[in-house]
DNA sequence: TTGAAAAACGACATCAGTGTCGTTTGTAAT
DNA sequence: ATTACAAACGACACTGATGTCGTTTTTCAA
């Protein structure tokens, strides 16, 4: 008697088909991907794969979740313990920058799908405002940082700011998806939210040694 | 010979199936509506239906076509033609706050939901990059008629401005969608779109009569 | 080597939705 | 009234995806 194989493979292989079902989500959305398509992906069995998962439901709530545990702690962490406060806004906007750019290679448009056609499924919103409620209260937290330090005097509650960034930069991933970068030109959309975060948190003309590149977009004609 | 019903007659029987079809969309979504619903709402048959629409997406199209046609007209309207520049401002901020206050009743969720699991569909991203183009540019002229008269004296270039309110409002939309209107506190957000407005516009702090309403979500602390 | 049990396989029954098409019904001109 | 034709009907065949389950293969302990 005793297992067959070891409680490593399986996991491995729980991997494995984890992997293959996100090169096809990566590929063809969400509602259009099938097992089918996962099963032909992973080189295995239809029987072999529902094993392991019981459906594509439970198949992309596993990788919500390995990409949600791999994010939010990067994304706190990159604004907790800052040394310029401004020099780290730069540096959160560098960063949506690049997250931004790579959204149609990354998992997000399945994601977009998957909760834009499941909102009325009472299972898929706490997720959702999980993750927004995260956001929004990482983003107030640094600003009461440096308002406590004295490098920001935003002329709104953090809270609010917070809320309109995060609201602002959802709109611009969504835009982004949905009607292409050149459309929408994200860059020059991302140096305005700069000019706004520099405004309403009052932030000196001249901070530290950073030159005046903040305005691709143009000054008052 | 001679045709057997009226041309009136076939024309409020395509609208009837219009009516039918939303009233579904506006309850189920989009993907999750079969032909089989909308024809039951309709009270009539299978062939029936279909001898006036060949599949959901032409009726979804359809509906489309009709929303944006009177959709469109009102919002350029809107901005166009006005007495007080930041009056009009207000109003139109006003007009989006019932509109997305309204988000979960009318057809956008729909909407989004078509737009969004088909936003690989070569066919359907025109219709958006219009919707979007039309909007910015209208918002922009608005400003640019502003910064003529005086009223404006902005810190960006109006597209740039114009481009930013979009997104932002486009996140808004969702957010209050995917999230709920409780959880993203939209009338909050509004006002600090409200105020990121008077900034970036440099509106003079007494504008007329208008008092000093701007800042329900508080002044700085 | 053998054999027992788990793992992997893939054919199959099922289901939900679609679009068609032969039949029935209604209308208006004669 | 009759009739001829379009409109409306709804049963049906088809499709594509799902999840199951009896069979085969693999693995490891004895």
Redesign the pocket.
Known sequence: ??????EE??EN?RLEIMRAAAEVFKRKGYD??????I?DE???????????F????ELFWALLDQIDDSHAAGYAKLLDRYRNAWETIEHFLRYQEKEIGNTHRSLSPAIFEFFSSGWRDADRQPFLVGRYKRAVGDFARFLRAGVKRGDFRPLQEPEAIAQFVISFLDGLSVDVLLLGSEVCDYRAQLDSLRLYLHQVLQIAETSREDGGSQSTTGETP
């Not at 259009?32 to 398509?37: G, H, N, S, Y």
């Not at 019981?54 to 439901?57: D, I, R, V």
């Open positions: 008697m005793s297992p067959k194989v070891t493979h399986k292989r259009a991907v099938t097992m089918q398509d099963i992973t080189g295995m069995s239809r029987g072999g794969v529902y094993a392991y019981g459906s594509k439901e």
